[in-house]
């Protein structure tokens, strides 16, 4: 009976180890998002990363139309 039990708390101890591998592991496997700096378009005042937004004159836009609309005032 002693050996039955010692071997349930050897069987639950493995059991723990592997469960709490795994919840560990996924988290490291996962690499992290890329990070992209966010700009405003002198415009409107929208925020969008600065890879979609057009820049003239060293100021940022949403879209064509509006850095159009802005040099023209």
Request: overall charge positive; aromatic content about 10%.
């Amino acid at each position: 009976m002693s050996r039955l039990l010692f071997l349930f708390a050897v069987i639950a101890v493995v059991y723990w180890l592997l469960k709490s591998y795994r919840k560990q592991s996924p988290k490291q496997d996962v690499p992290a998002a890329a990070s992209e700096d966010m700009v405003r378009c002198t415009q409107c005042g929208v925020h969008l990363p600065k890879s979609e937004a057009m820049l003239a004159d060293g100021k940022f836009f949403c879209s064509e139309a509006h850095r159009r609309e802005y040099q023209s005032k």
